[in-house]
């Protein structure tokens, strides 16, 4: 019979695994504790959660909500970075974190329901972030309104300057 508290921690993943927009498993053994901290700190400003969890707990949230796949990647030790708002950010997080540690490795990523290969991580961290994407499209959209009204507005720019031109021609003379 599971104690009270590990009952708790699988609804408590289970609740975390649901409202995700991404969840990246992570192996995080090899980093020493300053590092960790380092880790959780860089997580925590990119509001992003950062917690160690047991592979059995994990695979037991994982079934009841009908997460299917997830069961290869929880071997050793596991770490979880959960993003309810934008599934690019703990991706960014990882990247630029490893390029000075070399770890943690991301095992797995549950993106949208479906379990991707952790390797996949490293598309997702050179995506553009919502923000990003939507500033992105406004300046496309925004482009081509700013042409029409260039382009509508020169004749009646080139009129003006002709008719002046022509009346300091008149003055002159």
């Known amino acids: 019979m599971p104690s009270q508290k590990n009952q708790d921690e699988v609804i408590q993943l289970m609740e975390k695994l649901d409202k995700a927009t991404a969840v990246y498993f992570t192996d995080f053994l090899g980093l020493d504790v300053s590092s960790i ?42 770490a ?20 000075d540690h070399n770890k943690p490795e991301v095992k797995a990523i549950l993106f949208d329901g479906e379990v991707l290969k952790g390797s996949e991580y490293l598309k997702f961290a050179s995506l553009p ?4 994407s939507l500033t992105m499209l406004v300046m496309m959209l925004n482009s081509p309104i700013t042409i029409l009204a260039r382009t509508l507005s020169a004749p009646m720019t080139n009129l003006v300057n002709g008719l002046n031109n022509l009346k300091d021609r008149k003055s002159v003379v």
């Open 37 to 78: 901290t380092e880790l959780r700190s860089e997580f925590f400003k990119a509001s992003i959660e950062f917690k160690v969890a047991k592979n059995t707990l994990l695979r037991l949230a994982a079934k009841k909500i009908n997460i299917e796949g997830i069961d290869d990647f929880l071997v050793g030790s596991t």
């Open 80 to 99: 979880i970075a959960i993003s309810y708002d934008e599934p690019t950010t703990p991706a960014k997080v990882l990247k630029k974190f490893t390029e």
């Open 129 to 132: 972030t919502k923000d990003e």
